[in-house]
Nanobody, 117 residues
Framework: VQLVESGGGWVQPGGSLRLSCAAS????????MSWYRQAPGKERELVAS????????HYIDSVKGRFTISRDNARNTVILQMNSLKTEDTAVYSC???????????WGQGTQVTVSS
């Protein structure tokens, strides 16, 4: 199993970033996928998840209306579109195989997102 994230970087508050996660080594459509983040000094938290067929998505309250998770099953890719970014969104973002914390068994290395002025 391999999960490789890309798309992180620095952005000013109110800006946008688009994260991608390329998955390989397993049958992608059989698994829900998630995006996690971990800020300095804090525990890792599940930010958003999507079912294997892409029909259902879930978000934590703090990102609802600003973040959108999607997947391209033809390209084995999961996307996290992040709009209206806030300084508190600063964290290392990683994708995980699984739709809930207790079912996530692999994570990628992560990509840094920094929101500051």
């Amino acid at each position: 199993v391999q999960l490789v994230e890309s798309g992180g970087g620095w952005v000013q508050p109110g800006g946008s970033l688009r994260l991608s996660c390329a998955a390989s080594g397993f049958t992608f459509t059989r698994y829900a996928m998630s995006w996690y983040r971990q800020a300095p000094g804090k525990e890792r938290e599940l930010v958003a998840s999507i079912t294997g067929d892409g029909d259902e998505t879930h978000y934590i309250d703090s990102v609802k209306g600003r973040f959108t998770i999607s997947r391209d099953n033809a390209r084995n890719t999961v996307i996290l579109q992040m709009n209206s970014l806030k300084t508190e969104d600063t964290a290392v973002y990683s994708c995980g195989r699984g739709g809930m914390v207790k079912y996530t068994d692999y994570w990628g290395q992560g990509t840094q997102v920094t929101v500051s002025s």
